[in-house]
């Protein structure tokens, strides 16, 4: 990346010695070079982000089929589900959302008694009180498929299978591997570092991030 720098910084210097006065070609005819070559380098950039199967472009927006996921739940609590104001004072207590961005969309709450978890409930009022998002927070907790912290992504594909979109350039882990379940509603995201599962993720598919 470095050199890609230093690379457009000559050329931009060129760029200007070229257009300096009077255009002449054959005097100038390293600046023209360096245009042509930076074109070319746009263009293979370009394609290789935005267009090549594998790209991170590709990957975040390509379809994927559905997988069933609609088994999943979290100490019972499933993504969609409707947490009553009683039950979530019974059995869980709030914490802060650090986000102020999201204060005034969500709540965040954790189990009292239950596994370590984060439970993401809408209090907007088109979805009051409906559970968006979901995440681990302790090795004893599982898919409904017995995926737990720890498992490398070849367990994790073995037992949901090859239908997912793979975030290689992920800005939280390493990799990521998002499942979708368009009838229920329901995306299934796993991150890895070092090929290990180091998140797990539930999430209403329509507050899914990318």
Known sequence: MIIVYLVLAI???MVITAFYGKINIRKHWIGFAALVLLVAMMAIFFRQTFFVTGSPYHEI?????????????????????ILSTSAQKKDFKSKQVSDKSLQKEIKVLIPKKKEKATYWVSIEDADKNRV?????????????????FGDSVDKVTSTYGSAYRNLTKSDRYEQELVY?????????????????VEMIWLTALDKAPI
């Open 11 to 13: 050329i931009c210097l």
């Open 61 to 81: 927006h390509k379809q994927v089929a559905s997988t069933d996921l609609s088994s999943e739940s979290v100490n019972g609590v499933k993504i969609d589900q």
């Open 132 to 148: 968006i998002h979901i995440e681990y927070g302790s090795d004893k907790l599982t898919t409904s498929r017995g995926i737990k």
């Open 180 to 196: 979708e379940d368009r009838d229920n509603n329901i995306e299934l995201r796993f991150g890895f570092w070092d090929n290990k």
